[in-house]
């Protein structure tokens, strides 16, 4: 591939096994996506389907019992998933950077927030602490944290959730990397808190051109802030399209699932007054999943073919692509 | 933080006040009488010097007016007149103090200095012979009783060794010092080592340590930058409850090694009925957990800035 078209990130056929004393089990199983230059992508699916671990993956954070078990992560063509610990810390917070869930946790309670940045301006820039505090200050002002000289002083717990994750925004930003990672950025969040997260994370990232690999279980979120929407269920990726498409026209049963559950402005004026639907059924755990299609226990459209054969990820139109026997 | 300071000071006055009292209603509820217990065995008691007795020390006081006597002579740091060497228990306390608390601060020093990094170290290599050695020593350091640990070394580094002496004070340094601090920092080595493991374990688990991982960090830099000062907080109390109660665990040692420490002062009193005496140990081993404590929640406090003014 020339260098024009190849792919920031992509991920192929990534297998993460999780090891316990009962044997080995696939929690994430043959994903594979491309993500381009500035792109962003959405990664949604419910609590414990593969999205973190995969997330985690690509940054080489995972942790026993997790560990990768096949597969290629090139980033910008070059493979990364073998890299010895060094390349790969110099890739961490330089060029690939992650956001997590919940702010309070992911930062260190006994540091002022201002060094927590400074940090990364030492690590990559080889900047001196003191140069790097006030790049820190600048960090903070471009999150638009109202007094960003004095709130760089202050520790976590003296900073709302909201202040907290800009600060977090500040800290994987700050090197300008290629790809941000941002795992259920808003989740720990207040309503009102979120859009104005995820605008900020939006427009920051545009404005340097930084790729964005969006981690949610909140598909209406993901299709406001993604171009492009993977779905995954039980370690598998059952279906991508395009965001705009996709609560149209749904093509897995698990896809159609969850736009069913969503309320939506302007539903009732649209269709006259529905029921939300959920989804029967919760996902199995790791240790548990189920043979042939993995959601064939919970799908209203089973027949014999789902309990026995997994299906394969079929082309659509428009690049789409789903995972599913009975699609459409 | 002066203020804070401050505060923590006064919280002590009351807490002073209710370690005299129980001092006092203790030795005021145990059988006996000043009085009687100066006699030895109470045998050929005149009854004229024992009531003179019991006028002269205001033991016909209703409780209330002998504490407030009791806590008025406190006030003026007078512990009483020994009944045994009629010296005022002050001074004989005194003269003991700096025995004890250089075998305190040696034996707590042994116990940081050797136990957290063990504890350290084990926690890095989870599982590695480091940390199953580390195991055994921490659960055998806290299985010997403190007597039997200090003949072990008495019989090896003074007996058979003649490195050091078997007992004595010396000029108390640290040739005479050595084995009464060892034997004494041992137990607290070995919980501190323990503590230390459990709390950089739970640290390193933490979301903020994979945070800095994120950042691309190496794993010294983790360490040193973010898990050190973390689990340094939940250490602290460790150290802080060893150390108080390091004085009073002193005693057998003190004895064992013919330490002139106030554990000794306190053992000797106890045979020979010194009440004042025995009170007055009592009192200082209190008082010095008692300003440990403080001075640890105000370590806290300079560590840790999410701890608030209370």
Same mark, same amino acid.
């Given at each position: 591939?020339?260098?024009?078209?190849?792919? #920031? #990130?992509?991920?192929?056929?990534?297998?993460?096994? #999780?090891?316990?004393?009962?044997?080995?089990?696939?929690?994430?199983?043959?994903?594979?996506?491309?993500?381009?230059?500035?792109?962003?992508?959405?990664?949604?699916?419910?609590?414990?389907?593969?999205?973190?671990?995969?997330?985690?993956?690509?940054?080489?954070?995972?942790?026993?019992?997790?560990?990768?078990?096949?597969?290629?992560?090139?980033?910008?063509?070059?493979?990364?998933?073998?890299?010895?610990?060094?390349?790969?810390?110099?890739?961490?917070?330089?060029?690939?950077?992650?956001?997590?869930?919940?702010?309070?946790?992911?930062?260190?309670?006994?540091?002022?927030?201002?060094?927590?940045?400074?940090?990364?301006?030492?690590?990559?820039?080889?900047?001196?602490?003191?140069?790097?505090?006030?790049?820190?200050?600048?960090?903070?002002?471009?999150?638009?944290?109202?007094?960003?000289?004095?709130?760089?002083?202050?520790?976590?717990?003296?900073?709302?959730?909201?202040?907290?994750?800009?600060?977090?925004?500040?800290?994987?930003?700050?090197?300008?990397?290629?790809?941000?990672?941002?795992?259920?950025?808003?989740?720990?969040?207040?309503?009102?808190?979120?859009?104005?997260?995820?605008?900020?994370?939006?427009?920051?990232?545009?404005?340097?051109?930084?790729?964005?690999?969006?981690?949610?279980?909140?598909?209406?979120?993901?299709?406001?802030?993604?171009?492009?929407?993977?779905?995954?269920?039980?370690?598998?990726?059952?279906?991508?399209?395009?965001?705009?498409?996709?609560?149209?026209?749904?093509?897995?049963?698990?896809?159609?699932? *969850?736009?069913?559950?969503?309320?939506?402005?302007?539903?009732?004026?649209?269709?006259?007054?529905?029921?939300?639907?959920?989804?029967?059924?919760?996902?199995?755990?790791?240790?548990?999943?189920?043979?042939?299609?993995?959601?064939?226990?919970?799908?209203?459209?089973?027949?014999?073919?789902?309990?026995?054969?997994?299906?394969?990820?079929?082309?659509?139109?428009?690049?789409? *692509?789903?995972?599913?026997?009975?699609?459409? | 933080?002066?203020?804070?300071?401050?505060?923590?000071?006064?919280?002590?006055?009351?807490?002073?006040?209710?370690?005299?009292?129980?001092?006092?209603?203790?030795?005021?509820?145990?059988?006996?009488?000043?009085?009687?217990?100066?006699?030895?065995?109470?045998?050929?008691?005149?009854?004229?010097?024992?009531?003179?007795?019991?006028?002269?020390?205001?033991?016909?006081?209703?409780?209330?007016?002998?504490?407030?006597?009791?806590?008025?002579?406190?006030?003026?740091?007078?512990?009483?007149?020994?009944?045994?060497?009629?010296?005022?228990?002050?001074?004989?306390?005194?003269?003991?103090?700096?025995?004890?608390?250089?075998?305190?601060?040696?034996?707590?020093?042994?116990?940081?200095?050797?136990?957290?990094?063990?504890?350290?170290?084990?926690?890095?290599?989870?599982?590695?012979?480091?940390?199953?050695?580390?195991?055994?020593?921490?659960?055998?350091?806290?299985?010997?009783?403190?007597?039997?640990?200090?003949?072990?070394?008495?019989?090896?580094?003074?007996?058979?060794?003649?490195?050091?002496?078997?007992?004595?004070?010396?000029?108390?340094?640290?040739?005479?010092?050595?084995?009464?601090?060892?034997?004494?920092?041992?137990?607290?080595?070995?919980?501190?080592?323990?503590?230390?493991?459990?709390?950089?374990?739970?640290?390193?688990?933490?979301?903020?340590?994979?945070?800095?991982?994120?950042?691309?960090?190496?794993?010294?830099?983790?360490?040193?930058?973010?898990?050190?000062?973390?689990?340094?907080?939940?250490?602290?109390?460790?150290?802080?409850?060893?150390?108080?109660?390091?004085?009073?665990?002193?005693?057998?040692?003190?004895?064992?090694?013919?330490?002139?420490?106030?554990?000794?002062?306190?053992?000797?009193?106890?045979?020979?009925?010194?009440?004042?005496?025995?009170?007055?140990?009592?009192?200082?081993?209190?008082?010095?957990?008692?300003?440990?404590?403080?001075?640890?929640?105000?370590?806290?406090?300079?560590?840790?800035?999410?701890?608030?003014?209370?």
């Amino acid at each position: 591939m020339s260098g024009a078209n190849m792919p #920031l #990130l992509s991920v192929e056929d990534l297998h993460i096994s #999780l090891t316990t004393d009962a044997g080995r089990f696939p929690a994430v199983d043959g994903v594979s996506f491309t993500i381009a230059r500035g792109e962003t992508v959405g990664l949604v699916g419910e609590s414990g389907c593969g999205k973190s671990i995969t997330a985690l993956s690509i940054m080489g954070l995972l942790r026993d019992p997790l560990g990768l078990a096949g597969g290629k992560i090139k980033l910008s063509g070059q493979e990364i998933q073998n890299l010895p610990a060094s390349q790969l810390r110099a890739l961490r917070g330089k060029r690939i950077a992650m956001i997590f869930q919940e702010p309070m946790t992911a930062l260190n309670p006994l540091k002022a927030v201002g060094t927590q940045i400074a940090e990364m301006f030492v690590l990559h820039q080889g900047a001196s602490w003191r140069e790097a505090e006030s790049k820190a200050v600048d960090a903070l002002t471009q999150v638009k944290v109202p007094a960003p000289a004095q709130r760089a002083k202050d520790f976590p717990h003296q900073l709302s959730g909201g202040m907290r994750q800009r600060v977090m925004i500040a800290i994987a930003l700050a090197c300008e990397p290629d790809l941000l990672i941002a795992d259920e950025p808003t989740t720990a969040l207040d309503v009102t808190v979120q859009s104005e997260i995820v605008d900020l994370m939006k427009e920051l990232c545009a404005a340097r051109g930084t790729a964005i690999l969006m981690i949610s279980h909140d598909l209406g979120l993901v299709t406001d802030t993604c171009k492009r929407v993977c779905v995954m269920y039980a370690g598998r990726i059952v279906e991508q399209q395009d965001s705009e498409r996709i609560f149209n026209s749904p093509q897995h049963p698990y896809t159609q699932g *969850l736009v069913a559950s969503l309320p939506r402005l302007g539903m009732r004026a649209r269709h006259g007054r529905r029921r939300l639907t959920e989804i029967a059924g919760v996902v199995p755990g790791i240790t548990a999943y189920p043979v042939g299609c993995r959601f064939h226990p919970r799908c209203t459209r089973r027949t014999e073919i789902c309990e026995t054969v997994v299906p394969e990820l079929t082309a659509l139109a428009e690049g789409s *692509l789903v995972r599913c026997h009975h699609h459409g | 933080m002066t203020g804070f300071i401050i505060r923590r000071l006064l919280q002590m006055v009351p807490m002073l006040v209710a370690i005299a009292l129980l001092i006092f209603v203790l030795f005021s509820v145990i059988p006996g009488s000043f009085a009687t217990g100066q006699q030895d065995e109470g045998l050929g008691l005149d009854m004229a010097v024992v009531t003179r007795m019991r006028l002269e020390l205001g033991l016909d006081d209703p409780l209330h007016v002998r504490f407030g006597k009791y806590v008025a002579q406190l006030a003026t740091l007078d512990l009483g007149i020994s009944f045994r060497s009629r010296q005022p228990v002050a001074d004989m306390i005194g003269a003991r103090m700096w025995p004890s608390l250089i075998l305190t601060a040696a034996a707590m020093g042994f116990a940081i200095v050797i136990g957290v990094p063990l504890g350290f170290v084990a926690a890095l290599r989870p599982g590695s012979l480091v940390d199953l050695g580390l195991m055994i020593v921490a659960v055998s350091g806290l299985s010997l009783p403190k007597f039997w640990l200090g003949i072990l070394l008495m019989y090896l580094f003074a007996l058979t060794l003649g490195w050091f002496p078997s007992f004595g004070y010396g000029d108390g340094g640290l040739y005479h010092l050595t084995l009464p601090a060892i034997a004494l920092g041992v137990s607290p080595m070995a919980l501190l080592a323990r503590t230390t493991r459990a709390a950089v374990l739970d640290i390193m688990n933490a979301d903020f340590v994979r945070t800095a991982r994120s950042k691309g960090m190496n794993e010294y830099r983790v360490v040193v930058w973010h898990v050190l000062r973390n689990a340094l907080v939940l250490v602290l109390t460790t150290i802080g409850l060893q150390f108080g109660s390091l004085l009073g665990q002193g005693v057998v040692v003190e004895k064992l090694f013919a330490w002139p420490g106030i554990g000794s002062l306190l053992v000797d009193s106890v045979f020979q009925r010194d009440i004042p005496a025995v009170q007055g140990c009592i009192l200082v081993i209190s008082l010095f957990f008692l300003v440990i404590n403080t001075s640890v929640d105000i370590a806290y406090k300079l560590i840790d800035p999410r701890i608030r003014y209370t």
